[in-house]
């Protein structure tokens, strides 16, 4: 079992900046994937980026690539969420989730194992 929660969340002007978190506890957090998901809305969960357990390999989607950047420091246990010039259309709830298998871009939260309880991101234009 792996638990995850996600904290950084907040409201930020547009064009702001939010860094967030996603801590684990639980099993070995070090040879997982894992991604940044997020819901708007009225709007079906997508991913936002994916990175390897290594740290060597990374996906974004075309919506945040250039102002989102993933990262993770394994003796942690946390991945990060870097987003830069944040827009209104980046409200959401953001989740992580972990994958066990090797990287591959999943970009299906089905796909995923387990999950954190999201964290509020609400951007103000």
């Known amino acids: 079992q792996v638990q995850l929660v996600e904290s950084g969340g907040g409201l930020v002007q547009a064009g702001g900046s939010l860094r967030l978190s996603c801590a684990a506890s639980?099993?070995?957090?070090?040879?997982?994937?894992v991604a940044w998901f997020r819901q708007a809305l009225g709007k079906e969960r997508e991913i936002v980026a994916s990175?390897?357990?290594?740290?060597?390999?990374?996906y974004y989607a075309d919506s945040v690539k250039g102002r989102f950047t993933i990262s993770r420091d394994n003796a942690k246990n946390t991945v990060y969420l870097q987003m830069n010039s944040l827009k209104s259309e980046d409200t959401a709830v953001y989740y992580c989730?972990?994958?066990?298998?090797?990287?591959?871009?999943?970009?299906?939260?089905?796909?995923?194992?387990?999950w954190g309880q999201g964290t509020q991101v609400t951007v103000s234009s």
């Open positions: 989730a972990v994958d066990y298998g090797p990287y591959q871009i999943k970009v299906i939260p089905g796909q995923y194992d387990y």
């Open positions: 639980g099993r070995t957090f070090s040879r997982y994937t």
């Open positions: 990175i390897s357990w290594a740290g060597d390999s990374t």
